[in-house]
């Protein structure tokens, strides 16, 4: 496994979610939301600039029948859009399935006592160490980078 941190995002119409983890990939943790808007993508790649991430992973939301939807177009369009602004540097964007990522989220709050009113904007970040958690194991058991990558 490369070291390196690695971010990953759960892109939604309101917020994004983003988590990182530690240059040895061992520990995802939730990192902060951005809100969805015209400064989401400078923000998103503010935050991997500063933590020298060298992956970026997004989660691409598919229908439980592997059907793509609305949401993964959006993640499609900012993970292009974030690969075309990260062009000058090392750091790689790829997009991984998320099937189920929030529903998980929502799960593991819910078991620590939080409903999904206090949640909201726990649960986007939640969601992203899910992805990252699940981009992280898929490395350990494969020769590099694990998803599909994403040119600008």
């Known amino acids: 496994m490369k070291l390196g941190v690695r971010i990953s995002l759960d892109v939604g119409t309101v917020r994004i979610g983003v988590a990182k983890c530690d240059a040895e990939g061992l520990l995802a943790t939730p ?3 951005v809100a969805a808007g015209p400064s989401a993508l400078q923000q998103v790649a ?3 600039s500063e933590h020298d991430a060298v992956c970026v992973y997004i989660g691409k939301p598919v229908s439980l029948s592997g059907n793509d939807t609305s949401s993964t177009n959006l993640a499609i369009d900012f993970a292009r859009n974030l690969s075309s602004l990260l062009v000058d540097s090392s750091t790689i964007v790829r997009l991984i399935d998320e ?5 998980s989220a929502q799960r593991g709050l ?10 909201r904007d726990a649960i986007d970040q939640a ?7 699940h981009a992280l194991d898929a ?9 599909e990558e994403v040119m600008g």
């Open 99 to 103: 099937r189920l990522s929030t529903v």
């Open 46 to 48: 503010d935050l991997v």
């Open 139 to 147: 490395e350990r058991h494969s020769d590099g980078f694990v998803g």
């Open 110 to 119: 819910r078991e620590a006592g939080r409903n999904t009113k206090q949640s």
């Open 31 to 33: 990192l902060t939301n």
């Open 127 to 133: 969601a992203a160490v899910v992805i990252l958690e």
